[in-house]
């Protein structure tokens, strides 16, 4: 397998099932949007740029990924999902008053998909680079821990 394969789609030297994997980003946009609508997540007020606690969801469920040697790819859309969470209950839950289709309609506009998928694409390579850096070290430790324990 190429590195750029790897790393975009991650490897897994254990063979265990990647479908799994597959259901984090749905899951967490539930989760999020979830904690919003239950108030266990709440918007700063004002103009928000970045849902902190939809990201914050996301950066660690895509570092926790990527540590399991999950790809680049799966951190970005995990990322992702959880700020669209956060984007679905402003529009959808959060617009009382407005028609049902104005307020899907506002959710996915191509402007704000966008955004929040620039948003995603930064916050999800940092959280992969730092799982995969975790990953690195803990391997190195074991390592390390191994030799040792040779001699």
Not at 12 to 25: A, F
Not at 93 to 98: D, E, S, W
Not at 100 to 111: F, K, S, W
Not at 112 to 133: D, K, M, Q, R, S
Request: charged share 20%; proline share 4%; aromatic share 6%.
């Amino acid at each position: 397998m190429s590195l750029a394969r790897r790393v975009l789609l991650g490897s897994d030297p254990n063979g265990s099932p990647r479908r799994r994997r597959l259901l984090v980003p749905p899951l967490l946009f539930l989760v999020s949007l979830a904690a919003y609508a239950l108030g266990l997540f709440a918007h700063a007020g004002g103009v928000v740029f970045l849902a902190v606690d939809a990201a914050t969801l996301g950066v660690l469920a895509a570092a926790v990924l990527a540590y399991r040697r999950a790809g680049i790819a799966l951190a970005w859309g995990t990322v992702y999902g959880a700020l669209l969470g956060s984007n679905a209950d402003h529009y959808l839950l959060g617009l009382p008053g407005r028609p049902l289709g104005e307020r899907v309609a506002a959710l996915v506009e191509v402007d704000g998909l966008v955004f929040v998928g620039v948003e995603a694409l930064a916050l999800g390579t940092v959280a992969w680079i730092a799982g995969a850096v975790a990953r690195r070290a803990v391997d190195e430790l074991r390592d390390r821990r191994r030799d040792a324990s040779a001699e």
